[in-house]
Nanobody, 122 residues
Framework: VQLQASGGGLVQVGDSLRLSCAASEGTFSSYTVAWFRQAPGKEREFVGTVARGHTYYDDSVKGRFTFSRDNAKNSVYLQMNNLKPEDTAIYYC??????????????????WGQGTQVTVSS
């Protein structure tokens, strides 16, 4: 499956952005899709996902970011509110079939989009 992430941009502290990740194939609903992000000089880190009816977020984004998906449109979204400078990163969507212990690890996802840059200026 091919993933296309979009919606990034340059915003100010406290602003909002909505990222989208569109998949190329019709079996999208069978995948767990997650958002990760990678800041310069850092490893790719988990942001959030919905899997098996449960929503998972990194503590750093809880209460500010909301993950959603629309299987009919083969898409997932990440609504990001109250953005902070530390949210600056390239945001990636990944798709796969991770077990619970792999949910927050890049190794749990087989397919990746190209990423979209989010820059939060203070």
């Amino acid at each position: 499956v091919q993933l296309q992430a979009s919606g990034g941009g340059l915003v100010q502290v406290g602003d909002s952005l909505r990222l989208s990740c569109a998949a190329s194939e019709g079996t999208f609903s069978s995948y767990t899709v997650a958002w990760f992000r990678q800041a310069p000089g850092k490893e790719r880190e988990f942001v959030g996902t919905v899997a098996r009816g449960h929503t998972y977020y990194d503590d750093s984004v809880k209460g500010r970011f909301t993950f959603s998906r629309d299987n009919a449109k083969n898409s997932v979204y990440l609504q990001m509110n109250n953005l902070k400078p530390e949210d600056t990163a390239i945001y990636y969507c990944g798709a796969g079939w991770p077990i619970i212990s792999e949910m927050r690890r890049t190794s749990g996802y087989r397919y990746w989009g190209q990423g979209t840059q989010v820059t939060v200026s203070s």
